[in-house]
């Protein structure tokens, strides 16, 4: 299967409300992404301010001297001057967009869809004469006439760009529709490729994607910790994780996603909840007395992955819904022996608790010396 990701933390993920990146935080970030093997790096879009605009430059002059291996985009809106910005840049790639549904025609640019089409034709056209490669945004696509759409893509191609996104701008797809429009747009429109840009808003990004990609996309858009306008879109750790899981397909390297999720989350101020997939942290934390019976058994248990591959380890937390299996595994580590009835009798103190969210392992030393009526001491 062939697929890859487009990180697109630097743009999509800066339009999270109240996320701004320092220029030295960018370029941080852009070496970091590399590093973990996104095909591609979404730089920003040069024309909203000057701060973007210097990152974009010292983003590619990495990439010129050959720091960054992933190819870098700049984003562009559907007109002369931001294509003139982004390719003075010389990035690799501007990603030009448009809203073509008839709700952005009307609303926004104010054009029928025949004057969206020429515009369309004459910007994509015109960023080719910079001698650059292009990749066009439907913007709005997933509310789109459908052979609005496919005029729309073809008019694209035919200006010369060699990719296009199928943006669900509003995040209202799911996956069989998804997956259905994918196979039909690469059906009647050859000679380009597809990614798929998937917001969150229903909470079937990271599904919507892999039903692209089975449909026929080849780049998926992403953002580390899912940032993005409003909901934010494919969160990177949750589809690299799938991909791998599904397909087989490492598109990244999958034991360095903790630290760019760290590394963003910082950098962002958007903390990451601890549920969060894959890289959050009760990721691997298991709790119910069977749970964790089952995981010390065999961690297949109730792990699709082992926490290893992710560079991570399984841990359990200790509460009323303990069990014996938990508890005697926890003593043990500790270097503490009890015998059944003092087990049985620390487990019994522990349910009858009330509102205690965990106990660490001094409370239940503590415990263990109230019930034994010794004093344990625990293996350093
Ligand atoms: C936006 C633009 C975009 C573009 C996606 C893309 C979208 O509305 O801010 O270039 O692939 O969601 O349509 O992020
Ligand atoms: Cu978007």
Redesign the pocket.
Known sequence: MKVGILD?TL??GE?TPGVVFTMEQRVEIAKALSDLGVSMI?AGHPAVSPDIYEGIKRIVKLKREGEITSEILG?SRAVKRDVEIASELEVDRI?I?Y?VSDIHLKAKTKTTREEALNVIADVVGYAKAHGVKV?F?A??ATRTDLNYLVRVAKTARDAGADRI?I???VGILYPTKTRELFSYLVREIPGVEF?I?A?NDLGMAVANALAAVEGGATII?ATVNGL??RVG?VALQSVAAALKYHFNVEVVRLDKLVSVSSLVEKYSGIPTPPNFPITGDYAFVHKAGVHVAGILSDPRTYEFMPPETFGRSRDYVIDKYTGKHALKDRFERLGVKLDDREMEQVLAKIKSSQGTRYFRDVDLLEIAEEVTGKVLKPRP
């Open positions: 697109s743009r999509e339009q979404e984003h990603a967009f809203g990749r945004t913007e709005d996104s943006a669900d701008t990614d840009h917001h858009h993005g306008e879109i």
